[in-house]
């Protein structure tokens, strides 16, 4: 569950590239019931995804040539600029440099060195997602990554977080991590190392949004009704509640959850 929206290197907003806007904003606003309100004809499509009065992220349209669909999570920092040149030190690239968005904030786009792609948000008049862990909200976000040791010290590095390592079955390296100084209160995602067999499949790093649902079977038949394509089933984590993942029409990663309770 996320509860470090607030803090340096916490996730504090989302949204989703895509190549159709409208056909992209049909398909979530009839899976979870969103509403999408325009950021007006001077942001180029770009539009606020809202719930019961509140933001819980955006969609907008592709802008980096060769880009595909994909949600972009962003953390959150206090400086973009000494980011930016924290994620080069690192050995991470900068793909999009750090710049103003209006008065609301100053963003930058970058790659870690497993080929992960992320952003940063310097919040201005707009602080972030003010909905988060509701049904229809982001409630996690996950990594899966080619490379766990390097990019767990890349992010340590550049957004001072801390991981912690969490057995998991059949050998599969899993770490849970968050802004450091919280401990396990403050921990806002997952990183896994993928398995020789997705590597062999082609699979390559990238971080992906957990949405919380208040039935994750009925949602995924909901899903694939209205054009996703089913990853992994329906299944229960034992202690973290049912999950499943899905491409969107266009071939963006999201998975839903329904947290365990107790």
Known sequence: ???STQVPGGLNWLDLGTPDI???VAFYTGLFGWRFQSAGPEAGGYGFLRQDGRTLGAIGPLTEEGA???WTVYFRTVDADATAKAVEQAGGTVRVPPMDVFTEGRMAAFTDPAGAEFAVWE???TDG???VNEPGSVSWIELYTTDAAAVKAFYGSVLS???R???MGDGLGYAIAGPAGGGERTMHGGIMQLPQANLDAGSISEWHPYFEVEDCDAMVATAQGLGATLIIAAMDAPGVGRIAMLL???????AVITSATG
């Open 1 to 3: 569950m996320l509860t």
């Open 22 to 24: 409208d056909a992209a």
């Open 68 to 70: 595909r669909s994909a």
């Open 123 to 125: 919040p201005g008049e």
């Open 129 to 131: 997602l003010e909905l």
């Open 161 to 163: 977080w801390e991981t």
């Open 165 to 167: 390592d969490m057995p």
């Open 248 to 254: 969107d029409p266009f071939g963006a990663p999201f």
